[in-house]
């Protein structure tokens, strides 16, 4: 088996020799004619393909495949249209450019044959781009349970807390010393975030079993 990347998502070929049509046409990129496909020949810049072109795959540095449109399309989501230019696009990417808020949907891809393709935990998926795309959106079933605040579960339901709750989850109390300082991370969140930071009068969206790490400070 012979392994290449466009635009740096993984494919494979059973035969070394094929060509820029058929890189392509795996890729999902459909029609080819749509598609420029480039080589990377150096730091500098990259060489077109042709379609009818043969490529070696086993030649050294096949990884450096680009694919780009020659013009942008316009796909639908939610049966509304969406100008893209990217040949491939995670979820977040395309319900960013929809202005849809990532955080309360998730995507469906519909596909012939009446095929559904849900991304509802998998919102790094590189999903082919081409002119019959079309997605809907799912509201996302937000039910949170708990947090984990320094290493201990926390009874938490709200769909959002703020960083002054985060604190009070930790220490009980707030300070209200000015030397003492709190500093809030977080990991595993929502999809459109899944780590960060908060500081005073924050307030973010809850993932059930979220991740605080709360450490106080005293600078007196």
């Not at 466009?6 to 392509?24: A, C, D, Q, Y």
């Not at 799912?138 to 339901?157: D, M």
């Not at 000015?178 to 005073?200: C, D, L, Q």
């Given at each position: 088996?012979?392994?290449?990347?466009?635009n740096?998502?993984?494919f494979?070929s059973s035969?070394p020799?094929i060509?820029?049509k058929?890189i392509?046409?795996?890729?999902?990129l459909?029609?080819?004619?749509?598609?420029e496909?480039?080589?990377?020949v150096n730091?500098?810049?990259?060489?077109?393909?042709q379609?009818d072109?043969k490529?070696?795959?086993?030649?050294?540095?096949?990884?450096?495949?680009?694919?780009?449109?020659?013009?942008?399309l316009?796909?639908?989501v939610?049966?509304k249209?969406v100008?893209?230019?990217?040949?491939?696009?995670t979820?977040?990417e395309i319900?960013?450019?929809?202005?849809?808020d990532?955080?309360?949907?998730?995507?469906?891809?519909?596909?012939?044959?009446?095929v559904?393709?849900t991304?509802?935990?998998?919102?790094?998926h590189?999903?082919?781009i081409?002119?019959n795309?079309?997605?809907?959106?799912c509201?996302i079933?937000?039910?949170?349970?708990?947090?984990?605040?320094?290493?201990?579960?926390?009874?938490w339901?709200?769909?959002?807390i703020?960083?002054e709750e985060?604190v009070?989850?930790?220490?009980d109390?707030?300070?209200?010393?000015?030397?003492?300082?709190y500093?809030v991370n977080y990991?595993k969140?929502?999809a459109?975030k899944?780590?960060?930071s908060m500081?005073?009068?924050?307030?973010?969206?809850v993932?059930?079993k979220?991740?605080?790490n709360?450490?106080r400070?005293?600078?007196?």
């Amino acid at each position: 088996m012979y392994y290449y990347k466009v635009n740096m998502k993984r494919f494979e070929s059973s035969e070394p020799i094929i060509t820029g049509k058929t890189i392509l046409n795996k890729a999902g990129l459909i029609p080819e004619e749509d598609y420029e496909l480039l080589y990377k020949v150096n730091e500098k810049g990259f060489t077109p393909i042709q379609l009818d072109e043969k490529i070696d795959l086993k030649k050294v540095g096949i990884e450096g495949l680009k694919a780009v449109r020659y013009k942008s399309l316009v796909i639908k989501v939610d049966d509304k249209d969406v100008e893209v230019e990217n040949c491939f696009m995670t979820p977040l990417e395309i319900m960013a450019i929809a202005n849809i808020d990532s955080n309360n949907f998730y995507l469906i891809e519909l596909r012939k044959g009446n095929v559904e393709v849900t991304y509802e935990d998998d919102v790094e998926h590189k999903i082919a781009i081409h002119k019959n795309s079309c997605f809907v959106t799912c509201p996302i079933e937000i039910k949170v349970e708990c947090v984990i605040v320094n290493a201990k579960n926390k009874p938490w339901s709200k769909s959002r807390i703020s960083f002054e709750e985060v604190v009070i989850l930790a220490y009980d109390v707030i300070s209200q010393n000015p030397n003492i300082i709190y500093t809030v991370n977080y990991v595993k969140g929502v999809a459109n975030k899944p780590e960060g930071s908060m500081i005073k009068g924050d307030e973010i969206s809850v993932k059930n079993k979220m991740i605080f790490n709360v450490t106080r400070t005293d600078k007196s």
